[in-house]
């Protein structure tokens, strides 16, 4: 192996290790989500998904400087390496993760807090969630899939890998939304369940009273 191939093999392997740290960090904080959702959080609770920003940010810094430098080694040994479309689908879904993730870490983590329950936010900013996680984890994994679907350099164009994006988007969209929907639906009927108590209580007293 000559000195520019032992290079590239190092970077794509730190480039892989970095891209599956950051989606088991991503998918391991979603399952934490979605079981505390309707409870509320614990000091512990908003440590374990803060936490996420310390291994995701440093994560997406890395992918950026290997992605380049792959690059440019590629480039290197033969300038028709950055025809491969594949590649331009890449940088689009990691520059997409990297804004989505500013937006995650000033916006929707900005609920996370210690006594909040994730149930109790507003119709609105509860989409808003549901958007930016989603663009989150279906970002993640189709990237990693793309980091290894060696078969799709040099042979699938842009627009077929731009709809097998948007195909596995708007399959998590759907998922994510009958996931919320129902999560929410839980939390609305426990919450009738305990008014419901609270007023049976209260309506037993006052005929008590009323009897007395």
């Not at 679907?149 to 890998?161: E, I, P």
């Amino acid at each position: 192996m000559t000195v520019d191939e032992v290079l590239k093999t190092g970077l794509v392997f730190v480039h892989f290790v970095v891209s599956a740290l950051a989606l088991a960090a991503i998918l391991r904080a979603d399952v934490h989500i979605l079981a505390r959702y309707n409870q509320s959080l614990s000091s512990d609770d908003c440590d374990k998904i803060h936490g996420t920003k310390r291994v995701v940010t440093p994560a997406l810094w890395l992918l950026w400087l290997t992605g380049l430098a792959i690059c440019a080694l590629g480039w290197m040994g033969n300038p028709a390496y950055l025809m491969n479309q594949k590649l331009w689908m890449k940088v689009i879904v990691v520059l997409m993760l990297t804004v989505n993730g500013v937006f995650l870490h000033r916006v929707a983590f900005s609920y996370v807090r210690q006594g909040v329950r994730l149930s109790d936010a507003a119709p609105r900013a509860a989409a808003l969630m549901t958007l930016m996680g989603t663009l989150s984890s279906s970002g993640w994994v189709f990237a990693s899939f793309l980091g290894i679907a060696r078969a799709l350099n040099n042979k699938q164009n842009f627009l077929d890998v731009l709809g097998l994006y948007l195909l596995v988007l708007g399959g998590g969209l759907v998922v994510a939304s009958i996931v919320m929907r129902r999560l929410r639906a839980q939390s609305a009927g426990r919450t009738t369940g305990v008014l419901y108590a609270l007023s049976g209580g209260a309506a037993h007293k006052l005929a008590q009273r009323d009897a007395a």
